[in-house]
């Protein structure tokens, strides 16, 4: 799936055309120069747009990034959600989360990087709610985690940490991968599936 | 140590006093507002001296980032260089090596951002330099990993990727690590020595 698919998909919910042409355009921007250095009318030329009609879909530059922010956690949760209610061992289920939450974070860097490092320029009410959503992101991995230290399939002394660590990898993915580089989102995802089944302590792994 | 203690020490070989505050002002600024929305006014005004006076130290606010991003990969390279030649067996010295560089980055999170995070608004010339600076320090881990195994104390199928994978780890705790949170960095550096050594397979975490 080339780059421009894989945007699509990721923003197909976002309508009409222009108000995702303007989200699109906000990523790129925000990614190259930053949310504080970039201007709406940065982001409506990018769209093709002129600021007045940026300002008919979102009023402010922040709304921006908070709808950028809210569908970027979303699918993420969506994801660890899917992968925990799966069929399967809590190390299947554990593998399954770590190898679609790399993928996405892989095939999606750009996207990630804005979500993840701009958080501190959302505004307090926006920020709470995104808040939430990771709160919820975290207790869908440490659920699997849990699961497996209950089945007597994993050995965690520190499930809390454990769990912070595991998705942490996982969402620094984004900050170092290429997609030039030798290794692809998949074959990314299967050796951190393999890493983070050994530092749950994983019985089959041992 | 308080923040200021540590300041003082990260930036300690950097003379004159005023070159050293311009250095200190610019990371602040940096990680605040990002390096594109950051003017050298900005960064001379919050050293308390003109943009005049700036000047005679940096001649552009790039050679300010190229400084930050020098010094924060010497420091981390020599942390790891030190692990790695030190005595004890590959898993203690991996351990002391994960120790250490989740030390620093949660002690130095701030300036850890800017360095990771801002490596793209580096020219040309100085990019290449601090790449040449991350292959180093890549193969500082690697080299302690190949020990283990050539020792039989490690099972790494995949020595790069795993490599990878534990300086992501470490990396990635300037990006969440809060420094009124519930761990210390010492705490974070203990916990990840013990996942990092399940990561590599050691025997004694059989």
Redo the contacts between chains.
């Keep these: 799936m080339g780059a421009q698919a894989q945007r699509t998909e990721e923003w197909a919910d976002v309508t009409p055309d222009a108000a995702r042409r303007l989200l699109t355009a906000a990523v790129e921007a925000f990614a190259e ?5 970039t201007t709406t009318r940065d982001i409506a030329g990018r769209a093709g747009m002129s600021p007045a009609a940026l300002y008919i879909h979102y009023r402010t530059k922040e709304e921006l990034l908070y709808r950028i922010s809210g569908v970027g956690h979303r699918l993420a949760l969506g994801i660890l959600r899917q992968a925990r209610d799966g069929a399967g061992t809590p190390a299947e289920r554990l593998a399954d989360a770590v190898r679609r939450f790399v993928r996405w974070h892989a095939e999606h860097h750009t996207t990630a ?1 804005v979500v ?2 701009e958080l501190g320029a959302l505004g307090e009410e926006h920020y709470a709610e995104i808040v939430a959503l990771r709160r919820d992101t975290d207790g869908a991995v440490r659920d699997i985690i849990e699961d497996g230290v209950a089945a007597g399939d994993f050995d965690v ?2 499930v809390r ?2 769990t ?2 595991v998705l ?2 996982c ?3 984004a ?2 991968f290429n997609a030039d580089g030798k ?1 692809s989102p998949g074959e ?1 995802g299967e ?2 599936a ?2 983070v089944l ?2 749950v ?1 994983c019985a089959q ?2």
């Design positions: 120069r930053g949310y504080h250095a990087r993840q490092y002394p520190d940490g454990t912070l660590a942490s990898l969402i620094d993915v900050r170092w290794r990314v050796l951190y393999s890493l050994r530092m302590g792994e041992r």
